[in-house]
């Protein structure tokens, strides 16, 4: 039985995971970097450490977060967005080892349908990643190590963008002028359906695979926020007209075959 979860970046996503777990009968631990951080969760009844991932290696109380743990889920945030130079492959190859070195035998790892290029065009899980900026190809190398680690068993799950809760990207292009890509088809998820999904893997003890986890429908960019601005009575944004554009479509067919979930909220 896999009732002993370990989250490893308790933050938007993992906060609410912990949650939603704790309320089913799971016993839940977890991380954050700063230790008062982690005292003040500990004390609304999430036990947490402090785990800070570095290129020179790991710190913190990671024996303690690694130890009593049948299911190790990691999302921590890589950080690569903000062009900092940051070495997220190298700071999770140092987490790796230290996993390893533990007795967990199951890891969920929380990746990104950004390992897919936009020239991809249209991808399930049985297509390669081609992955063509430096991000992006963080992201693919450190897939790579933990699914091909042989000391655990890992499933990779690919969210495409997120939101919920107080998190709705609208915010960031309500009002803007001539944005681009407005006919890209979107590949977005809900939080309701991250958890569903990531609780669905522990239960159905669904280990070794790879998963793409969007919501099915796709409409373009400028169909859904402008929707999404209306809704929130916020100044609808405004695209640009583009020929020729390439687009990746992200869709899943493990989903439903291996997890058989159903998605709780649609675009």
């Not at 990691?74 to 700071?91: H, K, Q, S």
């Not at 699914?147 to 495409?160: K, L, M, S, Y």
């Not at 997120?162 to 960031?172: E, H, Q």
Request: proline share 4%.
């Amino acid at each position: 039985m896999n009732k002993r979860i370990t989250i490893a970046g308790l933050g938007w996503l993992g906060n609410a995971f912990a949650s939603t777990l704790i309320s089913l009968g799971y016993t839940v631990k977890g991380s954050v970097t700063d230790s008062g951080k982690a005292q003040e969760l500990t004390e609304r009844g999430i036990t947490a450490f402090p785990l800070v991932l570095t290129e020179g290696g790991v710190t913190g109380e990671v024996r303690s977060l690694l130890s009593d743990t049948d299911v190790l889920a990691i999302m921590i945030p890589p950080g690569l967005r903000r062009n900092t130079g940051v070495n997220y492959a190298l700071r999770m190859a140092h987490f790796s080892h230290q996993i390893e070195e533990s007795s967990i035998k199951k890891v969920i790892l929380v990746s990104s349908t950004s390992v897919y290029d936009d020239d991809q065009g249209h991808v399930t899980e049985k297509d390669v990643p081609e992955p063509q900026n430096n991000a992006a190809k963080q992201l693919y190398d450190v897939e790579q190590i933990f699914f091909n680690t042989p000391a655990f068993e890992t499933t990779i799950v690919r969210f495409g963008g997120l939101f919920g809760g107080n998190r709705n990207p609208v915010r960031f292009v309500a009002g803007r002028k001539g944005l681009s890509n407005g006919d890209a088809p979107v590949n977005m998820i809900h939080r309701e359906d991250c958890i569903g999904i990531l609780l669905s893997i522990i239960q159905k003890d669904a280990f070794g695979h790879m998963f793409n986890a969007v919501a099915p429908q796709h409409p373009t960019k400028r169909e859904y926020y402008t929707a999404q601005a209306e809704k929130l009575d916020l100044e609808s944004p405004e695209y640009s007209i583009e020929k020729d554009a390439n687009f990746k479509k992200v869709d899943s067919i493990c989903i439903d075959s291996i997890l058989s979930y159903t998605f709780k909220v649609t675009l």
